[in-house]
């Protein structure tokens, strides 16, 4: 079974200009979770999919951040326009709650550096 | 609202010295605790979690975690610390719903 997967693995843009994250799940997991981790500290919750749908996005840090999950598959982060602050490692992770598992399976992450 | 607290940035343990990597929490309600690792250039992995019954779970690679309810806590132990164990180790609580909340995260070295 093939685990989830993130592209690209690493990114350095400048400050303003646009970067998308891409992260394909376990095939035929339902919950598909952002994530980043800024600077050494803790893994802080973006949002959640449910399939489709996005089911908590409390996390976004502000309306530069849009995630979409078309057709419940693949799942895209843009950030747009890139800030300093926005520099990190942003992780993608998925579940399947009918299997009864409620722990999640992570990508490897991808390294975003805003210069 | 929920947190959960790493309070040791490092742990440094020699090899076939237990180990134990300390975790609390703060949640209103009954958590779902777990452990995950990461290792270099790697997505973090499960190792165990905690959501009923028995205090004292197991999990991969011979870890174990202790619920301490009255503690708030949910520290990560190994009876014989192996070199390959050195990782990043993360804590993680889960209250209602799905979203999950992290430590900062714990470093460990083991020593041979």
């Known amino acids: 079974e093939a685990g989830v997967t993130q592209f690209p693995s690493h990114s350095v843009i400048e400050k303003g200009q646009t970067v998308t994250l891409r992260c394909d799940p376990i095939s035929g997991h339902d919950n598909l979770y952002w994530y980043r981790r800024v600077m050494g500290k803790e893994i802080k919750f973006l949002l959640h999919f449910v399939k489709e749908s996005k089911q908590d996005e409390s996390g976004m840090p502000n309306n530069r951040f849009l995630a979409e999950r078309t057709g419940g598959t693949y799942s895209t982060l843009k950030v747009q326009p890139a800030e300093l602050e926005d520099s990190g490692v942003y992780f993608c992770?998925?579940?399947?709650?009918?299997?009864?598992?409620?722990?999640?399976?992570f990508g490897p992450g991808t390294r975003l550096t805003v210069t | 609202a929920q947190s959960v607290a790493q309070p040791e940035d490092q742990v440094n343990v020699a090899e076939g010295n237990p180990l134990t990597v300390k975790c609390t929490y703060s949640v209103s309600g009954n958590p779902y605790l777990f452990w995950y690792v990461q290792y270099p250039n790697r997505g973090l992995q499960f190792l165990l979690k905690?959501?009923?019954?028995?205090?004292l779970v197991k999990g991969s690679y011979g870890f174990e975690a202790e619920f301490n309810k009255s503690q708030t806590s949910f520290h990560l132990k190994k009876p014989s610390a192996l070199v390959s164990d050195s990782a990043l180790y993360f804590c993680a609580v889960r209250e209602t719903g799905f979203k999950t909340i992290f430590g900062a995260g714990t470093r460990l070295f083991v020593k041979a």
């Open positions: 992770a998925s579940s399947q709650v009918s299997t009864g598992k409620l722990e999640q399976y």
């Open positions: 905690y959501i009923t019954g028995d205090n």
